[in-house]
C-alpha cells in the first residue's frame, strides 16, 4: 500500500488523524494519571507508616 | 395506622407518580417533537411560513443543478409523496449526493421554494464497503425510500 | 399516644415555613427582583425590537427562572441544619422523605408561584403575544415545581459544604437543562401557533417522575448532612 | 407508654471520625428506669457515641438494639421512642416560645394549648411563651429546649449536655425531670462532664477513656 | 459467596488481589488496542458514503459506549456502598469517575471531529449530542461534590446519591436518537435484529471495545488501589503489602 495514500486518508487525513491523535493523548493521559496517583498515594502511605515507627 | 401501613402507602405513592409519568411520557413520544419536517408536511401547510424550520428527505436522483459562476446550488428533496425544491449558497457537506438523506434549515419562500441557510447531511447507520453496497443496489434503493417516508410521519 | 398523622406534620411544616417567610418577607422577595431585574437586561442587550425580542422571549424567561429558583434554593436547607431543627426532623419519627416534600413545597409557594404569575407581564414586555400566555403558564408551573424538588435535591446534598453554591448550580443545571429545553420549546411553539402538546407532556413525565423519586434522594441526602 | 421491658442495647460499636478512630468496641445496655451517664474528657466520643446510638451517624460496625431489635430498618418506630436533646437547642428565632414547641413538638403528637403551657410552666418559662425566641437567653433557650423534650413522651431520653447555660435552678430542674422520667419506667442517657444526679441509686456510669 | 465478598472487601485482600489483576488487563488491552488500530485504518475498506472519515468510528463509538457503560458501573457501586455500607465499593465509584469524564470527552470530540465533513457541522443541539454533553456535566459534578467534603465518607454517600439520580441520563441517551429523529445515527450494534455494519468493519470495532473495556479494567485497578491506599493510610498491613 502507497503510504502517502494511506496517510492522506481519502481526503480526511486532519479529521481521522486528529482523532485518533486525541484519543491517543487522553488514554496515555489516564494511564499516566493513574500511575501517578497510586505512587504518590504509596508514597505518602510510606511516608506515614515510617512516621509512626519513628513516634513509638 | 401502622408503620407497615405507612410504608405501603408511600410505595403506593411512588408507583403511582412513576406510573403517571411513563403515560405522559408515552403521551409525548406519540405528539410532534420533530426535529425536522418531511415535504409533505411542508406541501400541505404544516411548517410554518412565517419563521425558520427543517426540512428532511432525499436528495432526488437529477436534480442536483448548480449555478454557474456561484456557489448556489439548487435540488429537489423528496418523502417519495411530496417534493420541495431548495435553494443554498455555501459549501455542501461530504456526503451530500443525490439519493442522499439531507436535513436542510431555513425558509419558505412565497413561491413555494425552500430557501435553505444551512445544510445537513444524515447517513444512517449502516457501514459497508462500496463493493457490498454495489450488489445490494435495488434494495437498498427500497429500504432507503420506506425510511425517508417512514422519517415524515413518526 | 395520639401521634401525629403524617399529614398532620406535613401541614405543620408548611405553615411553620409560611410563618418564617411572613416575618422574614424581604429575602423571599429577592428571587422575585431578581428575576424581573435579569429579564429586562435582554432587551438592553440585545434588541430593544420587539418582533426580535419575542423570538428569544421563550429561552430568556426560562433562563431567568431557572437563575431565580436557584438562587433561592441555595439557603432551602441550611438555617435548619445550623440550628439543629433537621436533625429533630430526622429523629421525630415520621417519614422524613414526606417533611421535606412538604417543605420544598412551601419553598415553591413563596418562590415559584410568583414567578409564574408575573411571568405573562414581563413575556409581554418582550413581545410575547397574549396566545402563548397559556402554555407560558402551565410549562411554568410545571417547570419550577419540578426545578424546586431537583435544586431540594442538590440543595440538601451541598447544605454543609463549602462553596455550597456554586457546588449547587453545577449539580442542578445539568438535571435541570431538559426542562429547560422543553419549556423554551413549549413556549416557542405556541408563539408559532404550532401545539405545544408534546412538550408540555414531557415536562409533565418529568415533574411526577421528580415528584415521587425526589423525596426519597432528598432524604438520603439531608441524613447525610445532618451528620457532621 | 414505655414498653414492657424496654432495654437499650449498644453492641461493639466502632466509629470513626475522619482520621480518628474514636469508638473502639462501646457496648453497653439500659434498662427501664436505668439512667446512663457517659462521662470523659472532651473530644472522648460522647457525643459522637449518642449520635450514633439516636442513628444520627453511622457506625463502623457494631448495632443498636432497641427492645431486643435491630434499630436499623426499623428506624422510625424507634425514632417515635426517642426523645434527643443535642448541643442545638433546634429553635427558630424569628418564631415564639410557643409556636417553636406547636412547630417541631408538634411533629410528633397532636399538641393542645394547654399541654404547651403545661410543659412551658414545668420548665419555669411560661411567662416567655409569647416571646420571640430570639429574645431569650441562653439559659432561657435551653429550658426551651426541655420543653420540647417533655412534650415528646419519649420513651428513651438521649440528652448531650443537659444543663449546658443552666444556672443552678436549671440544674435542679434537669436532675428532677431525669428522675420523674426514670421513674415513670422510662430510660435515660445522658453526657455529661458536670455533676449530674450523682447521688440517684437509678445512676450507672459509663467512663469513656 | 458473603465470605468471599466479605474476605474481597477487606482492603489489604482487594489491594493485593487488584495489584495481580492488573497486568492481565494492561497488556491484552494494550495489543487488542494496537491490533484494532490497524484494522480499522488499515485493513478495513472505505465506507461506500464517507469512505475513509467513516474509520472515526473505531474510536468515537468505543468511547461513546464506555461514557455509558462506566456511568452505569459508577452508579451501580454507588448504589452497592449506600446500601450494604461496603467502603470498597464507594473506592471503585470514585475511581470509575474521571476516567468516564475522559471517556465522555473523547465521545464528544471525536464526533465533533466527525460531524464537521459528514453532516456539515461540528455540533448541533440535538437530544444524542446534548445529552452526552450533560453527561460529561454529571461527571464533573460528582467530581466536585466528592472534593468539597473533608471526611471521605460523606463523601462517598453524597456523591452516591448524586450517582443515582443522574443515571436516569443513560437511558435517555441511548434511546434519544430512537426517540427523536435527529441528526445522529441510529445505534449500529446494539440493534436486535442483525447489526447493519459489514463484517469486515464491524470485527475491528468489538476488537476495540474489547480494548477499551479491558483498559477501563485496568485503569480501575490502578485508581482503586490508589482510593484504598488513600482511604487505610494508617493500617498496618500496608508494610507487609510492599
Redesign the interface.
Known amino acids: 500500500m502507497d503510504l502517502r495514500e494511506f496517510l492522506n486518508m481519502g481526503g480526511y487525513a486532519g479529521f481521522v488523524w486528529t482523532s485518533y491523535g486525541l484519543t491517543t493523548v487522553v488514554l496515555v493521559a489516564n494511564w499516566l494519571s493513574a500511575r501517578r496517583v497510586e505512587a504518590e498515594q504509596l508514597e505518602s502511605a510510606q511516608r506515614r507508616l515510617s512516621d509512626k515507627e519513628n513516634r513509638t | 395506622m401502622t408503620p407497615r401501613q405507612k410504608r405501603m402507602v408511600t410505595v403506593a405513592a411512588i408507583l403511582v407518580g412513576v406510573g403517571i409519568a411513563t403515560a405522559f411520557a408515552l403521551q409525548a413520544f406519540q405528539k410532534n417533537l420533530l426535529y425536522y419536517y418531511s415535504p409533505s408536511q411542508v406541501k400541505s401547510g404544516e411548517a410554518p411560513t412565517s419563521r425558520s424550520f427543517r426540512v428532511g428527505g432525499l436528495v432526488e436522483n437529477g436534480s442536483l443543478k448548480r449555478e454557474p459562476g456561484s456557489l448556489e446550488v439548487r435540488f429537489t428533496l423528496t418523502d417519495f409523496a411530496q417534493e420541495v425544491g431548495v435553494s443554498y449558497t455555501g459549501v455542501l457537506p461530504d456526503l451530500f449526493r443525490e439519493g442522499q438523506g439531507v436535513i436542510a434549515r431555513g425558509k419558505l419562500r412565497d413561491d413555494g421554494t425552500f430557501v435553505a441557510e444551512e445544510v445537513l447531511a444524515k447517513h444512517d447507520e449502516n457501514y459497508m464497503p462500496p463493493e457490498v453496497k454495489q450488489s445490494l443496489k435495488p434494495h437498498a434503493q427500497a429500504t432507503g425510500a420506506t425510511q425517508a417516508a417512514g422519517q415524515g410521519s413518526t | 399516644m395520639r401521634r401525629a398523622a403524617v399529614s398532620a406534620a406535613a401541614r405543620l411544616v408548611f405553615t411553620r415555613d409560611l410563618t418564617l417567610a411572613w416575618r422574614r418577607w424581604d429575602e423571599v422577595a429577592q428571587p422575585l427582583i431578581f428575576y424581573v431585574v435579569v429579564t429586562t437586561l435582554f432587551p438592553l442587550a440585545t434588541t430593544p425590537d420587539l418582533t426580535e425580542l419575542r423570538k428569544i422571549a421563550g429561552g430568556v424567561l426560562w433562563v431567568a427562572a431557572l437563575l431565580s429558583s436557584l438562587l433561592a434554593l441555595e439557603s432551602l436547607f441550611r438555617s435548619d441544619v445550623e440550628d439543629g431543627t433537621m436533625e429533630q426532623w430526622v429523629l421525630s419519627g415520621q417519614p422524613l422523605g414526606w417533611l421535606l416534600l412538604a417543605k420544598v413545597a412551601c419553598h415553591w409557594v413563596l418562590t415559584g408561584l410568583p414567578l409564574v404569575v408575573i411571568s405573562p407581564i414581563i413575556g409581554t414586555a418582550l413581545g410575547l403575544p397574549f396566545d402563548a400566555w397559556g402554555t407560558l403558564i402551565v410549562s411554568l408551573l410545571l417547570g419550577t415545581a419540578t426545578l424546586s424538588v431537583l435544586g431540594g435535591i442538590g440543595a440538601a446534598l451541598t447544605v454543609g459544604v463549602r462553596r455550597g453554591s456554586v457546588l449547587l448550580s453545577l449539580l442542578v443545571l445539568p438535571l435541570a437543562m431538559p426542562l429547560l429545553i422543553f419549556g423554551s420549546r413549549a413556549v416557542t411553539m405556541a408563539m408559532d401557533g404550532d401545539s405545544p402538546a408534546g412538550p408540555l407532556q414531557l415536562l409533565a413525565a418529568i415533574f411526577f417522575l421528580v415528584l415521587s423519586l425526589g423525596p426519597l434522594a432528598m432524604s438520603a441526602a439531608i441524613r447525610i448532612s445532618v451528620e457532621s | 407508654?414505655v414498653p414492657e421491658g424496654a432495654v437499650l442495647e449498644a453492641r461493639a460499636i466502632n466509629a470513626?471520625?475522619?482520621?480518628r478512630h474514636i469508638l473502639r468496641d462501646v457496648s453497653f445496655t439500659v434498662h427501664a428506669g436505668e439512667f446512663l451517664k457517659v462521662t470523659g474528657p472532651n473530644g472522648v466520643g460522647k457525643t459522637t457515641l449518642l449520635?450514633v446510638v439516636?442513628?444520627?451517624?453511622?457506625a463502623e460496625s457494631g448495632e443498636v438494639h432497641w427492645c431486643g431489635r435491630p434499630v436499623r430498618g426499623?428506624s422510625?418506630?424507634?425514632?417515635?421512642?426517642?426523645g434527643?436533646l443535642?448541643?442545638?437547642?433546634?429553635?427558630?428565632?424569628?418564631?415564639t416560645a410557643r409556636?417553636n414547641l406547636?412547630?417541631?413538638a408538634?411533629?410528633?403528637?397532636?399538641l393542645s394549648d394547654k399541654e404547651i403551657d403545661a410543659a412551658l410552666d414545668r420548665c419555669g418559662i411560661l411567662s416567655r411563651g409569647d416571646l420571640p425566641s430570639r429574645s431569650l437567653s441562653a439559659g432561657q433557650k435551653r429550658r426551651l429546649a426541655l420543653a420540647?423534650l417533655l412534650l415528646a413522651?419519649a420513651s428513651l431520653w438521649v440528652l448531650d449536655e443537659p444543663v449546658t447555660n443552666l444556672d443552678t435552678a436549671g440544674i435542679t430542674l434537669v436532675e428532677e425531670l431525669i428522675q420523674e422520667h426514670v421513674q415513670r419506667g422510662g430510660l435515660a442517657l445522658a453526657a455529661a462532664h458536670q455533676r449530674l444526679l450523682d447521688h440517684s441509686p437509678n445512676l450507672r456510669r459509663l467512663e469513656m477513656r | 459467596m458473603w465470605l468471599w465478598i466479605h474476605k474481597f472487601g477487606s482492603p489489604p485482600h482487594a489491594y493485593r488481589l487488584l495489584g495481580k489483576l492488573a497486568p492481565w488487563f494492561g497488556w491484552p488491552a494494550l495489543g487488542l488496542i494496537l491490533l484494532a488500530t490497524w484494522w480499522g485504518l488499515v485493513k478495513a475498506p472505505a465506507d461506500y458514503q464517507q469512505g475513509d472519515a467513516f474509520r472515526i468510528l473505531y474510536v468515537h463509538a468505543p468511547s461513546a459506549w464506555m461514557s455509558m457503560f462506566t456511568y452505569v458501573v459508577m452508579a451501580v457501586a454507588a448504589g452497592i456502598g449506600l446500601i450494604w455500607r461496603i467502603k470498597l465499593a464507594h473506592a471503585a465509584a470514585a475511581a470509575a469517575a474521571p476516567i468516564g469524564a475522559a471517556f465522555t470527552f473523547l465521545a464528544l470530540v471525536t464526533g465533533s471531529i466527525w460531524g464537521k465533513p459528514m453532516w456539515g457541522t461540528w455540533w448541533v443541539w440535538d437530544a444524542r449530542l446534548t445529552s452526552e454533553l450533560l453527561l460529561l456535566f454529571l461527571y464533573l459534578g460528582y467530581m466536585a461534590l466528592r472534593a468539597s467534603f473533608d471526611d471521605p465518607q460523606r463523601a462517598d454517600r453524597a456523591s452516591a446519591v448524586l450517582a443515582i439520580v443522574g443515571v436516569i441520563n443513560v437511558p435517555i441517551i441511548h434511546y434519544s436518537v430512537v426517540w427523536w429523529s435527529t441528526l445522529h445515527q441510529a445505534a449500529s450494534v446494539t440493534k436486535l435484529d442483525k447489526p447493519s455494519i459489514a463484517l469486515p468493519m464491524l470485527i475491528p470495532l468489538f476488537i476495540m471495545i474489547a480494548g477499551f473495556q479491558l483498559y477501563f479494567g485496568w485503569l480501575i485497578c490502578r485508581r482503586l488501589r490508589a482510593e484504598i491506599l488513600r482511604r487505610e493510610r494508617n493500617a498496618s498491613w500496608l508494610k507487609e503489602a510492599n
Open positions: 407508654m470513626w471520625r475522619g482520621e449520635r439516636c442513628g444520627l451517624l453511622p426499623a422510625d418506630e424507634f425514632h417515635a421512642q426517642l434527643y443535642g448541643h442545638p437547642n433546634s429553635l427558630k428565632a424569628d418564631l409556636e406547636r412547630f417541631l408538634g411533629l410528633r403528637q397532636a420540647r413522651e
